[in-house]
């Protein structure tokens, strides 16, 4: 997405490329449009109105369908050169690991999106072993399906969730020292997991974040639950 312009190319729509979302929605409302997205828009809501009050340098993060994320240095939001910046999803936390849809390898989003958990769960039972993840029904194998099975004790589903627990801490751990970030704040349907995701993330940052600068950074759970975007989206419409 090209921001402000609102030229949108989402990866899993192929139909639009360089496709003038903003134009056309301004064009047939007939009124002033912004596009952002969302996980921008989520970053700046938690900012102005959540978990991230009152903070200096944030980084928001979505762990969802896919993975995202968003910057707000001193209350403003960060866009980038082209609107992109926060793309945290699309970091490499494992270079030899499996192809993201992007083209890539390794991105955080193949091991700790919702989308990604299933397709690791499905590699690992194509291998074989013992797994309740073996007996859902296809439709059920999803990323809740994963934070369930974990809850119940599951062994690979638990490996699963500290796998994305690490990606997430590689990810969090560069943004902070490259930003010299003071707050994360995280959200998206998996942070369901609860402790089961927050506290492999805090043990790997704690090992992977060694510099006296960063050890101060705070890790937030969401507080806006869904709605952090829409209010994000609408404080920007807001903005001079
Ligand atoms: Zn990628």
């Known amino acids: 997405m ?4 609102g030229v949108v190319s989402p990866l899993h729509i192929p139909a639009w490329r360089d496709f003038p979302l903003r134009d056309r929605l301004q064009a047939a409302f007939n009124l002033p449009v912004i596009v ?6 989520f970053a700046l809501g938690e900012a102005r109105f959540g978990a991230g009050q009152g903070v200096g340098h944030m980084l ?12 707000v240095f001193d209350g403003k939001l960060y866009h980038g050169a082209s609107g992109n910046a926060g793309h945290i999803g699309h970091t490499i936390v494992a270079p030899a690991g499996p192809a993201c849809d992007c083209g890539a390898r390794g991105c955080l989003t193949v091991v700790a999106s919702g989308t ?33 099975a974990a809850s119940q004790g599951d062994a690979l589903a638990l490996r699963l969730l500290r796998q994305a627990a690490d990606g997430v801490a590689c990810a969090i751990a560069d943004a902070a020292v490259m ?24 043990a ?35 903005e001079p």
């Open 204 to 238: 790997a940052l704690t090992d992977r974040m060694r510099l006296s600068f960063t050890g101060k950074l705070a890790l937030r759970a969401a507080a806006l639950g869904p709605v952090s975007g829409i209010i994000g989206a609408a404080a920007l419409a807001l």
């Open 36 to 41: 952002e997205n969302d996980a921008k828009a």
């Open 60 to 71: 928001g993060m979505i762990l969802s369908t896919g993975v995202g994320g968003g910057f």
């Open 116 to 148: 990604g958990l299933v397709q690791r769960a499905r590699d690992a039972l194509a291998q074989a072993g013992m797994s309740v993840l073996a007996e859902l029904a296809p439709e059920a194998l999803t990323g809740q399906g994963v934070i369930a």
């Open 2 to 5: 090209i921001f402000p312009l």
């Open 179 to 202: 930003f010299d970030l003071d707050t994360v704040v995280i959200g998206g349907g998996l942070m369901q997991a609860g402790a089961l995701l927050l506290e492999p993330i805090k």
